[in-house]
């Protein structure tokens, strides 16, 4: 019985402290894109709520980055006394590796800048850390720009976090992304709104208290690409089909995609493009006809040509035919002079060759003919091995299309 409720007593520490891993890391993430942003203030209040959950060395070194850069801009005497803390406590844990280096020669600065408050007065030596708030906040996350879920010391460098037209409010009321603000302990509604992403809306209760950190991920808007092209085309994204033309816009992700568009009798049609999140772009596609499809009319004239000449011979020899009939006739009669006998065979001689001619010419005819349908069928180009490839030229530099069709 007392093995049982030990098993029990570890398997609930263990969930526990998994919970607790969780809740720090989502801190420490939404900590990291408002250190980022240069949101220090935000920054602070996050790495210092994934410390709560979990104290590890580099949750305390990059809690105390934000309180030191924080110092800089609000020169408050509570910021640089929980810089000192974080940066004792990171060093406590951390002995060699990692960021031992910066965390002495930044301790040291902030020691000094405590030691200089507390001798002018500005901070006495028992000021604490404020009571803990009701307070929550919004951590936004893009699905299209995944950031590393690495517990990692923040650097003093800041980058560009992706937040351009992001807004979110509370209740109604902006709020800024990344940052606790105090609220009432009751539900609240978050809304999260950037140029190129869908809104989202999120429900939540506020604990007496306690914070409450919601993550809302933001799911990037399509491009809307119109391709105007003929009627018929057939449109691919990326050697994918996707629709026949005409039709209505293509959502595209954002990023570089190849389209092409191919129709029977009509040259391979490709163009790499890039287009942005929510983008709308009209992309005209006009279609040359191919060689064999420009040579078809021809081949079908001639055809037409051999068919209207094997007629004319066909008609010369119904009528050498009739003579040398009408002649046999007489002859069969009797009493004919060898004229006649001269003139009957060479009826027959020329209806021979006419009836010969028709042949040569009908068969022709029907030969060009079927080579001309069978073009015209079986005229139908692939995009097989289509590929963009840049062009430099002198003085100039384009794209060529090249591939087997």
Not at 26 to 33: C, D, E, P, T, V
Not at 90 to 111: C, F, H
Not at 372 to 383: V, Y
Request: charged share 25%; with cysteine.
């Amino acid at each position: 019985m007392i093995r049982r409720a030990l098993i029990c007593v570890v398997l609930l520490a263990t969930l526990a402290h998994a919970d607790d891993r969780k809740a720090a890391e989502r801190y420490f993430r939404a900590g990291a894109k408002a250190y980022a942003a240069q949101n220090f203030a935000a920054a602070a209040q996050n790495f210092d709520e994934a410390y709560k959950a979990s104290p590890l060395s580099e949750i305390a070194f990059s809690a105390a980055q934000a309180y030191r850069r924080l110092y800089r801009l609000e020169p408050k005497g509570e910021h640089v006394k929980r810089a000192v803390e974080l940066y004792r406590a990171y060093l406590s844990q951390v002995k060699t590796g990692g960021r031992v280096g910066d965390a002495i020669d930044n301790l040291a600065e902030m020691e000094r800048e405590l030691d200089k408050l507390e001798r002018s007065g500005a901070i006495g030596k028992g000021t604490g850390i404020a009571a803990a708030h009701t307070r929550v906040g919004v951590s936004v996350a893009f699905t299209d720009q995944r950031a590393s879920e690495d517990l990692r010391e923040i650097a003093d460098a800041t980058g560009d976090a992706a937040t351009r037209g992001l807004t979110a409010t509370l209740d109604g009321k902006p709020l800024e992304p990344f940052a606790l603000v105090d609220v009432e302990p009751k539900e609240h509604l978050i809304a999260v709104t950037a140029e190129g992403y869908f809104p989202v809306e999120k429900k939540l209760i506020a604990v007496d208290g306690q914070s409450s950190l919601v993550e809302i991920e933001l799911r990037p808007r399509p491009a809307a690409v119109t391709v105007q092209t003929e009627r018929g085309a057939r449109i691919s994204v990326d050697g994918r089909p996707v629709a026949t033309a005409p039709t209505t816009a293509l959502e595209i992700p954002a990023g570089k995609h190849l389209i092409t568009v191919l129709h029977r009798g009509r040259e391979p049609f490709a163009r790499e493009i890039e287009v942005t999140r929510g983008e709308t772009r009209s992309l005209a596609a006009p279609l040359v006809q191919t060689g064999r499809r420009r040579a078809v009319p021809w081949v079908l004239g001639g055809a037409g040509v051999l068919a209207a000449t094997a007629i004319t011979t066909s008609i010369l020899a119904a009528v050498h035919n009739s003579r040398a009939s009408d002649l046999r006739d007489q002859l069969d009669a009797g009493n004919r002079p060898p004229s006649d006998g001269d003139a009957y065979d060479a009826e027959v001689r020329s209806r021979d060759r006419y009836v010969t001619a028709t042949w040569v010419f009908g068969g022709a005819a029907v030969t060009a003919g079927t080579i001309g349908a069978l073009m015209f069928l079986f005229d139908t180009p692939t995009a097989e091995g289509v590929q963009l490839a840049p062009a430099i030229g002198n003085g100039s530099t384009g794209i060529v299309l090249g591939g087997t069709f």
